[in-house]
């Protein structure tokens, strides 16, 4: 288990950019896949975008394909999600997980062991 605690959401109009950031309190990220997730109201949380304990492979769902990008920093010990070209759609409470894994990305939730508390996006028409 690592503490996660993700920030940047907020309150933003269509076509409008939003980061959002996961920083682990007082551990290292280095040896953990990390992603993001989703939540919207009365929906299951889905998976957004993963990336590789050495940022060497990425994924992301279809829906955002094109428009958010995860990065890492490990000298910040830091994940992002850049997010762009928001939609209506992409509201909902953004998770922040990570897996202590060598292999893939991770696109499901049972992949991660680690959650974040969530931090809500509101994209307005």
């Known amino acids: 288990q690592v503490p996660l605690v993700e920030s940047g959401g907020g309150l933003v109009q269509a076509g409008d950019s939003l980061r959002l950031s996961c920083t682990a309190s007082?551990?290292?990220?280095?040896?953990?896949?990390l992603g993001w997730f989703r939540q919207a109201p009365g929906k299951e949380r889905e998976f957004v975008a993963a990336i590789t304990w050495n940022g060497g492979t990425l994924g992301y769902a279809d829906s955002v394909k094109g428009r958010f990008t995860i990065s890492r920093d490990y000298a910040k010990n830091t994940v992002y999600l850049q997010m762009d070209s928001l939609k209506p759609e992409d509201t909902a409470v953004y998770y922040c997980?990570?897996?202590?894994?060598?292999?893939?990305?991770?696109?499901?939730?049972?992949?991660?062991?680690?959650w974040g508390q969530g931090t809500q996006v509101t994209v307005s028409s």
């Open positions: 997980a990570a897996r202590l894994s060598y292999s893939g990305p991770g696109y499901s939730k049972k992949d991660f062991g680690s």
């Open positions: 007082g551990r290292a990220f280095s040896p953990y896949g």
